[in-house]
């Protein structure tokens, strides 16, 4: 009895001892220190300056990523945010204190937040009722309007749906239902108690327009058909509302109609006299008018647009309330180029118009005016880089007054919005802030080893060099210059002496103490390999951000103008192969008339500038320049193979056509090159190819080898390949018997996840040479609502889904962990030391399934220098966390008994059957990630630490140690009593070496 309480007491003692080791956690003042986030809300699709009562302005804003957030203008700072993720929202707009929002999900949700704080006061939901029959006819309309004494708010949704809610409670007054209408309603104005609903009825070649008006009390309705004939609804504009009339104005042939809203009365005016007599630069006019809505509530201006032969011009006009008659404002006159206009009311009421066009690739020119006066207030030159943001695709502008001394004058700030998706803000005539929403859309990143110091000196010294003059400088030369550079560092001594006193006393070895002059900072590598550049890919930029300042932006690049869109990012040469390291951005250009491309875009990755060599042939688009290839890739790889002269990775290129395209040099490596295509998610069957080359002309020939359907109703849920480049520090795993049990390292395994129709999930473990199933499982009951995530790493391979198993009562998340060995014995390994696919040699596979407290959006595991830690698996939550959890934990050999000396030697844990919910395994603590897209790792230069990033939405990057810091003093090591250890031991030698020399004298002596 004694000795079983013993036993377990040893149990727990080593359960807990096991639990503390791998339960980091972080104390409050460590946030922040080792770690870096950055919130973003994505690019704008409805964003407004609003002015509280009792409050300074602030912007609001509806991103393309369901995010509504408010930001502070004089900085540029997130000051709330909501992520209404699986939403999409289709309209935003401010009310005094409060803004609503409508968005769309199974149906329509209309919420109502107060301004100041995000809190959210009331969300009600509209019943799609006529739901279907609207998707049908292509509706999704939406727009929201708050009557004058802000006691309801009225909502369009769908384009039939008008609903009228209490601005207080969000209380339903009433609802008009005109789904079986044949009218499609664009537009809501409030005036006089009245909820006019203008929309469109198609008719054989032209929409007419219609008129439904409502009781705002009663919801009573009319509805009224005006004699008209429009193409498009671009050709149509509401203005007015409020405490003003609101009126119609629609192009209609040669003539620019009008109408009061509550009236059938129509006014016109004749294009050909507006050309001509009204508006002098629209004599030049080669196309249609276009319509600009100035969104200023209730004022009845707008901007009419038109192209010329060499730019285009604009007007301002105006409905008179009283006649209801088209006027012209002002001429705002002709420009050689594309501009973009927004409006904004003074504190008198009176109307600014902004006018923003590119006056070069590099320079953005605003002029402001006051139409009603026909004056022209100001003009600003400001610097912008098409190269980096591409051209403006929306304004918005914001009148303040400045305070001068004792005089007032009126000052100007507008938001930008660019194609890239970033937004920029402009005071007066200079950049005070930007937010590179863009990379709320990256798709991939690259981790990029920065080169170490010797390199950049190398560079400021040689590399520089032009052609001419390395031929002609002598050595002594370059030794005096050299010379005068490290001469030149010296001035850095004293802040090199600090920060290194710094870093000993501190254990940050974050911060660089090499000395480097301030005018000729570069990139290079810190201590331990911590600092590298994150190169970010999205639709049509590439960003690299620093890691060890913060996520820093170092460069940025916009290639937009070509109309590719990226696909694949690869970093093709290292900087310890041959500097400058090299990256190549691959993008498809569609384009109907010539034909569809594929571009090759190969860049320095420490500048982002275009790398290319003398021998080269390449296309120059715009400012890009690239290698154009005349087909679309359908699958990219980067090979194992080096291009001779340059060192950098060969790329193959895969078509539609299944033919490849790489350089000669992968006829080298054809004969082993097998890959594997599917459909993807939701395809039904695998297959295996490999090249033949039957000739050295290009493109090389596919011939595929073998196809695995899945069974009838099958369709692939998720897919998992091996690594690249994974170190492997151990071939086999040692036992506590000193036994080995050798890992089954086949680099060709794909892991594929098939949803049956009766809900059952087929797992496989495919050899990609071959097409042979190497392991099969099958899981009844498994959800198809929740997403399947497969990873593998080395001998691993784990699998996370939702079982609804209620005979084994395991409905929850769970994992399944598959470890492959070369045998179930240990000690056995293959008879072929050599591995190879076409040998019939199948693994043992040791499989354990756990319940896991969270669902998961996608799976990261730590990646060190040469493996030797233990590995640590990373899962991004939909709690909107990141969770480390240690292989230890997600061991299938954890034995489902009382531990034995064995099992303690090998530091087993014994079995559960769940996961703990342990708050001390979340790396990111407090912070919230939204959106997590993927989790990527890379190795530092220390083998205990591995660089994570979670990207999405947000930014989130940290260094993590999974086996802790067995390679660098812990930040608690007493470095002073070590330190006085050594000086006490100094003292001591110098004290006693006088008696003890003393001593051996005399001895000789006497």
Not at 194 to 222: C, M, P, R, W
Not at 274 to 295: C, K, T
Not at 422 to 443: C, G, P, Q, V, Y
Request: aromatic share 10%; glycine share 6%.
């Amino acid at each position: 009895m004694v000795r079983l309480l013993l036993e377990t007491v040893l149990i727990l003692i080593l359960s807990l001892t096991i639990q503390v080791q791998y339960a980091f956690g972080i104390y409050a003042d460590q946030a922040g220190i080792n770690d870096w986030y950055q919130q973003y809300i994505g690019t704008p699709k409805c964003s407004f300056f609003h002015r509280p009562p009792n409050r300074g302005t602030t912007i609001l804003i509806a991103s393309e990523s369901n995010v509504i957030a408010s930001i502070k203008p004089f900085n540029g700072n997130i000051e709330w945010r909501q992520v209404l993720e699986g939403e999409i929202i289709l309209a935003f707009k401010g009310h005094n204190g409060t803004a609503i929002s409508v968005s769309e999900h199974d149906g329509y949700i209309v919420r109502l937040w107060e301004i100041q704080t995000g809190f959210m006061l009331w969300e009600k939901k509209i019943k799609s009722v006529g739901f279907n029959q609207i998707n049908s006819r292509n509706g999704g309309e939406v727009d929201v309007v708050f009557t004058a004494d802000g006691m309801n708010v009225i909502v369009l949704v769908g384009g039939h749906v008008i609903v009228n809610f209490n601005n207080i409670d969000g209380r339903q007054i009433w609802r008009s239902d005109l789904a079986e209408s044949p009218t499609l309603l664009h537009k809501l104005v409030e005036h006089n108690q009245n909820i006019y609903a203008i929309g469109l009825k198609k008719s054989s070649k032209f929409y007419s327009i219609e008129v439904v008006t409502h009781d705002v009390q009663t919801g009573v309705l009319k509805s009224t058909s005006l004699s008209s004939k429009i193409g498009h609804i671009k050709d149509m504009i509401v203005v007015g509302g409020g405490s003003n009339t609101g009126f119609i104005v629609w192009k209609e042939g040669q003539y620019v109609r009008v109408n009061r809203l509550g009236s059938d009365t129509i006014e016109q005016s004749s294009l050909e006299s507006l050309y001509r007599n009204v508006i002098p630069s629209f004599a030049g006019v080669i196309g249609d008018l276009e319509f600009v809505n100035l969104n200023i509530s209730s004022r009845t201006e707008f901007l009419i647009q038109a192209p010329t032969a060499n730019g285009n011009s604009a007007a301002v006009f105006k409905i008179d309330l009283e006649s209801g008659r088209l006027t012209a404002l002002y001429d705002l006159g002709h420009r050689n180029s594309t501009s973009i206009y927004s409006g904004a009311l003074d504190k008198s009421e009176q109307l600014i118009i902004s006018r923003t066009r590119l006056l070069s690739k590099d320079l953005v020119k605003v002029e402001i005016v006051a139409p009603a006066h026909r004056l022209a207030l100001g003009s600003h030159e400001i610097s912008y880089s098409m190269a980096v943001s591409g051209s403006i695709k929306k304004s918005l502008l914001d009148v303040t007054t400045k305070k001068n001394n004792e005089t007032t004058s009126v000052a100007y700030r507008m938001l930008i919005v660019s194609d890239d998706g970033s937004i920029h803000f402009f005071k007066e005539d200079s950049i005070a802030w930007n937010r590179e929403e863009s990379l709320t859309h990256a798709t991939e990143v690259e981790f990029l080893d920065l080169p170490e110091k010797k390199l950049w000196t190398q560079e400021v010294d040689e590399l520089d060099e032009q052609s001419e003059e390395s031929e002609t400088i002598s050595p002594f030369a370059r030794y005096v210059r050299r010379l005068m550079n490290h001469i030149e560092q010296l001035k850095d001594f004293p802040d090199y002496l600090i920060t290194y006193v710094q870093r000993f006393a501190t254990g940050n070895y974050s911060v660089d103490p090499s000395p480097m002059t301030k005018a000729k900072t570069s990139l290079y590598r810190d201590t331990f390999g911590f600092r590298k550049l994150l190169i970010f890919m999205t639709r049509t930029k590439l960003v690299a951000l620093d890691t060890s300042n913060k996520g820093q932006i170092v460069w940025s690049r916009y290639f937009g103008g070509t109309k590719s869109e990226f696909q694949k990012i690869f970093v093709v040469r290292s900087s310890t192969v041959k500097y400058p390291p090299v990256i190549v951005a691959i993008g498809v250009q569609k384009n109907l008339d010539k034909g569809n491309i594929t571009r090759l875009f190969r860049l320095n990755a420490l500048t982002g500038e275009d790398f290319i060599t003398d021998h080269e042939i390449v296309t120059h688009t715009e400012d890009n320049i690239s290698f154009s290839i005349p087909t679309i890739a359908h699958r990219i790889f980067k090979l194992p193979v080096e291009e001779p002269d340059e060192r950098t990775h060969i790329i193959a290129l895969l078509d539609e056509d299944l033919k490849a395209s790489s350089l000669k040099a992968f006829q080298k490596f054809s004969a082993s090159f097998y890959f594997t295509l599917s459909d993807g998610i939701g395809g039904k069957s695998l297959n295996g190819y490999k090249v033949a080359i039957e000739k050295i002309s290009q493109p090389f020939s596919i011939s595929r080898l073998w196809k695995l359907n899945f069974p009838e109703g099958n369709t692939i849920v998720a897919i998992g390949h091996k690594p690249n480049h994974e170190k492997v520090a151990s071939l086999g795993r040692v036992l506590g018997n000193r036994s080995v049990l050798y890992k089954y390292l086949n680099p060709h395994i794909v892991a594929v996840a098939t949803l049956s129709p009766s809900t059952s999930l087929d797992f496989y473990l495919i050899d990609t040479i071959k097409g042979s199933i190497l392991y099969h499982a099958v899981h009844d009951n498994v959800s198809p609502s929740h997403p399947v995530q497969i990873i593998q790493v080395e001998n691993t391979i784990m699998y996370h889904f939702w079982s609804e198993d209620q005979e084994k009562q395991e409905k929850g998340y769970k994992v399944v962990v598959c470890d492959l060995y070369e045998s179930e014995k240990p000690d056995e390994r293959f008879d072929n030391l050599n591995f190879t696919s076409f040998a019939n040699e199948r693994p043992h596979v040791n499989a354990q399934a756990f319940m896991f407290p969270y669902g998961v959006r996608t799976i990261g595991v730590t990646t060190t220098k040469n493996g030797i830690p233990i590995r640590e698996f990373l899962f991004a939550l939909d709690t909107y966390q990141v969770f480390g959890l240690s292989k230890r934990f997600l061991d299938p050999r954890r034995p489902q008994r009382t531990l034995t000396s064995e099992d303690k030697e090998e530091m087993l844990i014994p079995y559960e059957p769940t996961i703990p919910d342990n708050k001390k395994f979340i790396l990111s603590y407090n912070l919230p990630i939204y959106g997590i897209r993927q989790i990527a790792t890379s190795p530092a230069l220390l083998e205990s630490t591995s660089l994570v990033l979670a990207y999405g939405l947000d930014l989130w990057f940290t260094r993590e140690a999974p086996s802790k810091t067995f390679d660098v003093l812990s930040e608690d090591f007493s470095k002073g009593t070590l330190l006085a250890t050594i000086l006490g031991l100094v003292v001591g030698i110098l004290i006693t070496k006088p008696p003890v020399r003393r001593k051996n004298i005399n001895s000789r002596w006497y």
